[in-house]
């Protein structure tokens, strides 16, 4: 079983996100359970969200205390709220930032990590910085566990609020691309 | 060919009602019951639901709206939870005594005050006693399944009474997981006939009177309420063995078989075992596997059925073990414990020996109930078999 923990911010669509992920990796074969984290969910205040992959069908339904992955959508929200607790010690951090690896203050023993400057990608794609759809892309791109196809068939079937699926193709094309996988 | 689909517990209960065919469906949205209120007014928007809407200014008019559509011959659905279920309470009330298969799904939260607006079991659990058949679902799919077959339950000559088919706040109604949805055809098959009001109905082609004055201590009147309670208390207990024979055809003829009364875990060899309910049950399960592992002999009774009260299933359950411990998601206040306790405990007044039971709360407004709290449950009533009693009930998140 392999445990992903997403954080974001309210409207930044973490939640969206491990949906979409829910999707593709369906669309991959594999059983999958995925919550949001419940609690004071507004605009702009800290929200995450959970999912849990396995070959085998998968029976709990909890939160996820010691993920093997953490993805950060928003490079502003390590410094409000310790993105990395109870983290595998071994495990792949997916970040967006624009900042280069030796300037963040990450834990030590990542088995990977994903470096991925999508703010500045979602400006220029949506004009608003909503981060999901290309922090997938990046995932995709640092982990290898989900396919680009995979996650446009994911996105397929959901209701985007702000942009239209094209451009979250768009979006997810160049998380991929523009990842810096360390 | 069935379709495989990716989706939460609210959007599954939609497609439940898609596939069970309503004509009349009526909505208020109260969280976390919202967004299947919203998927299910899509449905009807975009046809793939062909019943009339009622978009309502609240529950007490939103059940209101549906027995007077049922009295009429509709097949109806809604769903709420927390508040909006105490708004509803009067004609909530007033449906089962009227024998009206209506299905509505609870969405279930806990209750205010604090204010709270997270999942827990304590709207449902408060309303146990007003008639409604209760069934708990433990998956996503579960819930798809059990929305489409609480119609088989609700509408059978020996039963006619409504049911709420619950599915719990925030880890079901937002939890996504793959889901088979069953072929149109293939659940017209199953449904058959519609017959929802041939007992009683607003029909100007044969007048009745619907709901006379009735009681009071002269003529007639005891015994005629008499004969209302008993036959209403009679449809409940024949709705047992409905509910098992339309899981078993649901069984049969899609492939997924449920407990549809109590479902026995690991109960062979078992010393003990742990009673649930709900979506609380994967993690309790995996937690049993582990202990087993361990060399622990425990087992797992979940309950599904909540009511009627599925008495002989839980007596052939609990006769299987010397201890149990109960987890449960709301609270009775008058017993200081969590109800499906007491009700185990009744259940354990007809076992020829006696054993202990100790009762466990936890995921109260939303908090998780994590394999490390069942692995407690375990080792708490384990102990009970050495003749241990803990102080009751113990609150599994008190410490979170």
Not at chain 1, 75 to 97: E, F, K, R
Not at chain 2, 206 to 224: E, Q, S
Request: glycine letters at 8%; charged letters at 20%.
């Amino acid at each position: 079983m392999y445990e992903i923990r997403f954080h974001g911010r309210g409207g930044q669509g973490a939640v969206l996100a491990s949906k979409i992920l829910a999707k593709a990796l369906v669309e991959e074969g594999k059983h999958v359970k995925a919550i949001p984290a419940f609690g004071f969910e507004r605009r702009g205040a800290p929200v995450a969200a959970f999912l849990r992959y396995d070959d085998q069908p998968i029976r709990k339904v909890t939160n996820i205390y010691n993920p093997d992955c953490i993805i950060c959508l928003d490079p502003t929200l390590p410094n409000s709220v310790d993105i990395y607790q109870g983290m595998n010690p071994n495990g792949v951090l997916v970040m967006a930032t624009k900042k280069d690896k030796k300037a963040l203050n990450l834990p030590k023993g990542l088995s990977k990590i994903g470096l991925c400057d999508a703010f500045g990608i979602a400006l220029s794609i949506f004009g608003r910085p909503i981060t999901n759809s290309i922090m997938l892309g990046s995932l995709a791109r640092t982990t290898g566990m989900v396919s680009l196809e995979a996650l446009n068939k994911g996105m397929e079937s959901v209701a985007f609020r702000d942009a239209a699926l094209d451009k979250n193709v768009e979006a997810v094309r160049r998380g991929y691309e523009e990842t810096r996988v360390y | 060919m069935p379709k495989t689909i990716v989706c939460d517990g609210n959007e599954a209960a939609a497609w439940g009602v898609s596939r069970a065919k309503p004509d009349m469906v009526a909505v208020y949205p109260i969280t976390p019951q919202s967004s299947l209120a919203e998927y299910v007014s899509q449905f009807v928007a975009d046809g793939i639901i062909d019943a009339d809407l009622m978009d309502v200014e609240g529950e007490h008019s939103v059940l209101s709206v549906l027995q007077g559509a049922c009295l009429a011959g509709a097949r109806t659905f809604t769903a709420t939870c927390g508040q909006g279920l105490a708004f509803m309470f009067e004609p909530y009330f007033r449906t089962p005594p009227l024998r009206l298969p209506i299905v509505m799904s609870i969405v279930t939260r806990d209750g205010i005050t604090p204010q709270c607006v997270w999942g827990g079991q304590q709207d449902a659990m408060t309303v146990r006693e007003v008639g409604w058949i209760q069934m708990y679902c433990e998956t996503v799919q579960e819930v798809l399944d059990t929305v489409i077959l609480a119609y088989r339950v609700a509408e059978h000559r020996d039963v006619m009474l409504p049911v709420n088919v619950c599915h719990d706040g925030n880890y079901l109604s937002y939890g996504v997981e793959k889901v088979e949805l069953p072929d149109q055809e293939d659940v017209d098959r199953f449904m058959g006939e519609k017959n929802t009001n041939w007992h009683v109905a607003l029909d100007p082609e044969r007048p009745m009177g619907v709901d006379p004055l009735t009681g009071g201590a002269t003529g007639n009147g005891p015994a005629l309420f008499v004969r209302y309670r008993k036959g209403s208390c009679k449809a409940m207990q024949n709705a047992l063995q409905v509910i098992c024979d339309v899981h078993r055809e649901w069984g049969e003829q899609f492939g997924r078989h449920y407990a549809p009364l109590v479902e026995e875990y690991r109960l062979d060899g078992a010393d003990f075992a742990l009673v649930t309910i709900g979506s609380m049950t994967g993690a309790a399960k995996d937690a049993v596997d582990a202990a087993r592992e361990q060399g622990v002999k425990v087992g797992l009774i979940k309950i599904k059925t909540f009511r009627p009260f599925p008495l002989e299933a839980m007596i052939q359950a609990l006769s299987k073990v010397k201890a149990v411990g109960v987890v449960d998601r709301s609270v009775s206040f008058g017993w200081n414990s969590g109800p499906v306790y007491q009700e185990t405990l009744s259940a354990l007044y007809h076992l020829k020996e006696r054993i202990p039971a100790v009762s466990f709360i936890g995921g109260l407004a939303g908090a998780d109930i994590t394999e490390t709290h069942l692995q407690r449950v375990i080792d708490v009533t384990a102990s009970l078999l050495q003749g241990h009693m803990p102080a009751q009930p113990i609150w599994l998140n008190e410490n979170d």
